[in-house]
């Protein structure tokens, strides 16, 4: 079955580290999406991308970098310049123009 | 700029009764969606609303757009202790040829036995 993962379900940076959270969907789809969830808060936009090679900051794109190589793949990298970046982030994808979108199973960041 | 309220952000109901849940959003879109989220896990799709008037219902939960009036509402129907999570509308937004969903701030509902 088709679907989006993203991996790893929890991961743990320390001060003044890069990580990179993986994305990956199997759905052809064109459009992919990074959005970051606070507790008890909504979801706000990140990055997102709706071909290859090309992307666009979101809302809250201070501290956060993306890549978008391969039609499959949007991996979002939390820089040390993203001062809080203790959430639940979440990838999603998307045919352009289509009115479905697909969501993983988000990964669980945490600073220590 | 595109921006999705939902009111009440958090509702506490008893099972059996009856209750709606808003979302308005400030500009034009033909596209409208519900999500359910359960604590600490991903997004689950209950409904898209593609037109004026639409209205789709799937067991006790019924929504409906309005698209004049920027509107969409989910309405449950004698609640039970299983619909207790927190629940999302967002929008479609378009920019430049590039499409985006825009969140509401989410209702957390709690259904008490």
């Known amino acids: 079955d088709g679907g989006i993962t993203q991996s790893p379900k929890y991961l743990f940076r320390k001060e003044g580290q890069n990580v990179t959270l993986s994305c990956e969907q199997n759905?052809?789809?064109?459009?992919m999406y990074w959005y970051r969830q606070d507790p008890g808060q909504g979801l706000r936009l990140i990055y997102y991308s709706q071909i290859v090679n090309d992307f666009q900051k979101g809302d809250i794109a201070e501290g956060y970098s993306v890549s978008r190589e391969k039609k499959e793949s949007f991996p979002l990298t939390v820089t040390s310049a993203q001062k809080n970046p203790t959430a639940f982030y979440l990838c999603?994808?998307?045919?352009?123009?289509?009115?479905?979108?697909?969501f993983g199973s988000g990964t669980r960041l945490t600073v220590v | 700029e595109l921006k999705v309220e939902q009111n009440p952000l958090f509702l506490s109901m008893q099972e059996g009764k009856n209750y709606t849940i808003y979302c308005n959003y400030s500009?034009?879109?033909?596209?409208l969606y519900w999500y359910r989220q359960d604590p600490g896990k991903s997004l689950e799709s209950l409904f898209v609303l593609l037109s004026n008037g639409a209205v789709k219902q799937e067991g006790r939960l019924m929504a409906s757009l309005d698209t004049k009036a920027r509107l969409s509402t989910l309405h449950i129907t004698a609640a039970v202790h299983d619909l207790s999570a927190t629940y999302f509308c967002?929008?479609?937004?378009?920019?430049?040829?590039?499409?985006?969903?825009?969140f509401g701030q989410g209702t957390r509902l709690t259904i008490n036995p």
């Open positions: 759905l052809n789809h064109d459009a």
């Open positions: 500009t034009t879109s033909d596209r």
């Open positions: 999603a994808s998307s045919m352009t123009g289509g009115n479905r979108y697909t």
């Open positions: 967002a929008v479609t937004s378009f920019i430049q040829g590039a499409q985006k969903l825009v």
